[in-house]
């Protein structure tokens, strides 16, 4: 075939009726853009009731299809072949089948926005600092007035440290403050407690004992904490904290116990384990601790941890407290409780923790229900799964091109949220790989894109740099994690000014307050509408404004919306993925074939663009052996962590709703795995290899969600 593209595209579940869109004539044979040139016509022509045959001078292949959406046209095997022959390709038979994108897809069921925003009415921000009110009146000790006004420009309180300050200060019962994201609450319990510290008779240095705990899910928000403590000692410097997470060196952290320290901050796996290995911790607890932090409380009562968290606690009160020493301070250990949400796993906690606690909420009636912060901006978009990858791709473009327009040249932040790390590997690398041109920053887990970039469609005529790719998930060694953090948040010479785009995983979503987020992008679904609160709570921080989008595919999660309604008093906007996201980022970009870079190919039509950089993708997927193998983990990953959505919310995330071939497509595979998979069948000398007796579905379902459960879990190593 002359317009041969060098690679062989599976036409992958292209229903011609079914669920999946409506009924129309399958063309196969020729050039793609011809095909659709035709398709069309022929569409015209059935408007205009001349039938279905005016299908021009093409030689045109009319391919099966059946009634119930299956399957229209497998590859031949001698192409299959072809493409697992990894680098190069191997031999492409030169039989062509095209890729659409923009055919077969299943309909969206939304017919109006049932949660719309209103664009016309004014929005005060919901967790900014209330103008009308002072530290100062709520009792904060004076060199810590000071350096809240000098060193952090912080000067007027939120409404939760209003409300919770002066509770804590006077504490004798426990607190549960609940609170949006973004709101303060860090400091809300950090300077009640140093207050009363600072307000001691007897001034106290790192001998004098430990006086509180903070736990926390993560490591990252535990050094965050620790960092903050670490700006509020500066005017008190005879009061040491100090960090206690897994994946440091516990030799040295033992000799920082050693030299005694009187605020731990840490994670829980980590923390228990000095309280069991190491002497000297409980000695330092002995009698002086008074306070316990449980800081994302729902989280910690998840994934594992609340058999270790109880076991802290049964710790800690087994240690009889000393009331005649520091007598102004709590006669017991007070409980202070903090989440943005409200979950089961909360009250859980509190059975376990919390005695006759005082629960401060921020909220406007002290309501069961979490919401967002009323700035931020939500708009949600459904998306059928094969354009998955393309829309990404247009909206992170979109962000970078008004990034680029922008007169302030200010550093941008976008946060793409995945469902599992491997699925973060692949896109990290979808995007950064920059045609192998990218510089690494951090490691490997910080990419500059090159000038003329292929990743992003409004880099294509760029010639200066101005997009860094970050990846960050539970996989990564803990020196990349706290690095690549590092990065994405700080401004050195090398990111001052730039996009700088993370794709995590949920590892990111807790507590973490990176500077001036202004999107966040979930393009997989959170597993629990706690989780959307927390990766959404990203942006829009402090009293700042903020964007977020969701994607959700046609169908059943469409009816996730009403799912999240409440959580939403704002409303959102429902976007149109072709005519809001893909026709702005490709109307006037300049996507060129990978494989033949000549001015002579550029279209001017935004689908060809969109259809063409998705083909170089694919192109990618079939020359790059590394980068398919990321691919397919990435695949199979996304479908096991998608199996794992809550029970209750599973009549949204069914994966048997899933199709599996549409899917593949957003992964940049042309066929789905499962068929890949019986390739290798064979080992790596290519012998065949013994069948493996069929498991039966209840065993495999069992395994498939161990294996997701274990993954998920190795995303808060603690
Ligand atoms: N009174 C204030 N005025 C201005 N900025 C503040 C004030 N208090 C806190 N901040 C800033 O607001 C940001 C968010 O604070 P923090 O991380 O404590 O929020 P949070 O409520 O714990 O959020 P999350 O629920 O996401 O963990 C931080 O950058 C912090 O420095």
């Given at each position: ?18 669920d999946f869109g409506p ?82 897809n299943r309909d969206m069921v939304t017919s109006a926005n049932s949660n719309a925003h209103d ?259 939500q708009s949600i978009i459904v998306v059928p799964p094969?354009l998955r990858?393309?829309t ?130 979930e393009?997989?679904p959170?597993?629990?509408v706690?989780?959307h ?15 977020s989008l969701l994607f959700l595919l046609p169908g059943e999660e469409e009816a996730y919306m009403d799912h999240i309604k409440p959580y939403h008093?704002?409303g959102w906007k429902l976007l149109k993925f072709d005519q809001d996201i ?67 919310e599973?009549k949204y995330f069914n994966?048997?709703c899933?199709h ?59």
């Amino acid at each position: 075939m002359a317009d041969d593209d060098g690679m062989m595209l599976l036409n992958l579940d292209t229903a011609s009726s079914g669920d999946f869109g409506p009924k129309t004539t399958k063309i196969n044979g020729g050039k793609w853009k011809d095909r659709r040139r035709v398709k069309i016509q022929q569409k015209a022509a059935e408007r205009g009731g001349q039938g279905s045959e005016t299908l021009g001078n093409l030689p045109l292949k009319r391919s099966r299809t059946s009634d119930r959406g299956t399957p229209a046209k497998k590859a031949p095997k001698a192409d299959s072949k072809g493409a697992k022959n990894g680098r190069n390709g191997g031999n492409i038979n030169s039989e062509q089948y095209v890729s659409s994108l923009f055919t077969s897809n299943r309909d969206m069921v939304t017919s109006a926005n049932s949660n719309a925003h209103d664009e016309n009415s004014k929005v005060d921000p919901s967790n900014a600092p209330l103008l009308q009110d002072s530290f100062e009146a709520l009792g904060v000790a004076a060199p810590l007035l000071q350096l809240l006004n000098n060193k952090m420009r912080i000067s007027k309180p939120t409404r939760v440290q209003k409300l919770s300050i002066p509770t804590l200060l006077e504490a004798q019962n426990d607190v549960f403050v609940h609170a949006q994201t973004g709101s303060g609450k860090t400091l809300a319990f950090l300077l009640p407690i140093l207050t009363r510290i600072l307000a001691l008779e007897e001034r106290v240095d790192r001998q004098s004992g430990c006086f509180a705990m903070v736990i926390t899910p993560t490591r990252e928000l535990a050094s965050q904490i620790y960092s903050v403590m670490l700006t509020l000692t500066q005017c008190c410097h005879y009061i040491v904290p100090c960090l206690l997470i897994g994946g440091e060196r516990k030799k040295s952290e033992k000799a920082r116990l050693r030299k005694g320290c009187n605020f731990i901050i840490g994670t829980p796996g980590r923390i228990l384990d000095h309280i069991e290995n190491t002497q000297v911790i409980k000695e330092q607890m002995a009698s002086t601790m008074r306070y316990l932090v449980l800081d994302e409380g729902d989280k910690l009562m998840e994934l594992g941890f609340e058999e270790t968290i109880t076991k802290i606690i049964s710790f800690l009160h087994e240690v009889p407290i000393d009331t005649l020493k520091f007598p102004q301070l709590p006669h017991r250990i007070t409980h202070t409780l903090c989440s943005a949400t409200l979950k089961g796993g909360v009250t859980k906690l509190g059975n376990v923790t919390l005695k006759n606690y005082k629960l401060i909420s921020s909220g406007r009636k002290e309501q069961e229900v979490s919401t967002v912060p009323d700035q931020l901006l939500q708009s949600i978009i459904v998306v059928p799964p094969k354009l998955r990858l393309v829309t990404l791709a247009a909206q992170l473009s979109n962000i970078t091109a008004e990034h680029i327009a922008a007169e302030n040249k200010e550093t941008t932040r976008t946060i793409v949220f995945l469902s599992c790390s491997d699925s973060v590997e692949f896109h990290y690398d979808a995007f950064s790989y920059d045609d192998g041109k990218s510089r690494s920053l951090v490691g490997d887990s910080a990419r500059m894109l090159s000038g003329n970039s292929t990743s992003l469609p409004c880099l294509s005529q760029v010639t200066a740099p101005s997009v860094v790719c970050y990846k960050l998930h539970g996989s990564l060694s803990q020196q990349t994690r706290t690095a690549t953090l590092q990065s994405f948040s700080g401004e050195t010479d090398a990111t001052r000014g730039k996009h700088l785009i993370m794709f995590c995983t949920d590892v990111a979503s807790r507590g973490l307050d990176l500077p001036r987020v202004s999107s966040v992008l979930e393009l997989d679904p959170p597993f629990a509408v706690e989780d959307h609160l927390h990766r959404i709570g990203r942006t829009a921080r402090a009293g700042v404004s903020g964007k977020s989008l969701l994607f959700l595919l046609p169908g059943e999660e469409e009816a996730y919306m009403d799912h999240i309604k409440p959580y939403h008093p704002k409303g959102w906007k429902l976007l149109k993925f072709d005519q809001d996201i893909l026709k702005p980022a490709f109307m006037e970009s300049n996507v060129l074939r990978s494989d033949r870079r000549s001015e002579k190919d550029v279209s001017t039509e935004w689908d060809n663009n969109a259809t063409t950089w998705h083909l170089n993708v694919e192109r990618r997927v079939l020359e790059d052996q590394t980068f398919k193998e990321l691919a397919v983990k990435g695949f199979m990953s996304h479908i096991r962590a998608y199996a794992t959505h809550l029970s209750q919310e599973k009549k949204y995330f069914n994966v048997k709703c899933l199709h599996l071939g549409h899917l593949a497509k957003s992964f940049a595979l042309r066929e789905r795995p499962k068929a890949m998979g019986a390739a290798s069948s064979h080992n790596k000398n290519g012998e065949a290899t013994a069948k493996k007796p069929k498991e039966d579905t209840r065993t495999k379902m069992l395994r498939l969600a161990d294996i997701a459960m274990r993954q998920s879990q190795r995303e808060f190593n603690y």
